[in-house]
């Protein structure tokens, strides 16, 4: 009864999390989101322990609230956590190699290309392990965009060859056009937005790519 009632409490915490990043997404309210992103990590660690995929989902979308509204620093310290934690829940994973582009993605964000460099290849090396397709576009498109901030032209064009070589051209011969289009403009978008604005970018990329895995 007790082990039951434990997991009741953590699906109540994992569905306040939904509305928290529901709130962040549709809403456009950080302080809400973050406000409740707080109580399902305090509640967490207390109930499931510091390792716990509870804790750490919370911990990883208070990262995302922080970058969101430009506190960049404080995010990294999230997704650092994260990743000091997740290794002890579920080993390498594509999980792993998200929370190394996450990294990168607040030194970006501070125009800290080396630094997001060095994320991204530490993701990159991951995604290689790993062999997952959306993956490697994920890591591509990242290493694409800082390497054109940086003007290195020559390292960043053979990236949309690899981008386009993870891509099942069979699967999507197969797939409404609306959706091939909607993936095209998401690679544009990708590409042609200001690294600036990384995080709203990473929110959209997230989702876009839950898309584009559905329907690839």
Known sequence: MGERFCESDNLTLEATMSVA????????????AKELAEEVKRRSE?????????????????????GRTGYYSEARRCFQTVKEHAKNLFGETAGDALNELAIGDTYAAEQNYVEAEKQYLLAKKK??????????????????????????????????????????????????????????????????????????????????????????
């Open 127 to 216: 995604s290689d392990e790993l062999s997952e397709p959306i993956m490697e576009r994920a890591v591509c498109i990242s290493l694409f965009r800082v390497y054109v901030a940086q003007r290195r032209l020559e390292e960043a064009w053979p990236l949309t060859v690899q981008v386009i070589k993870t891509i099942p051209l069979a699967g999507v011969l197969r797939v409404n056009k609306v959706w091939v289009t909607l993936g095209v403009l998401v690679l544009l978008n990708m590409a042609l937005s200001s690294i600036s604005t990384g995080f709203d970018i990473v929110i959209g990329v997230s989702v876009a790519t839950v898309l584009l895995a559905r329907w690839l």
């Open 46 to 66: 207390e109930w499931n322990g510091p390792d716990h995929r509870v804790t750490l989902g919370a911990l990883t979308s208070l990262g995302m609230i922080w």
């Open 21 to 32: 990043t529901s709130i962040l997404v549709f809403q456009r309210q950080p302080g809400k």
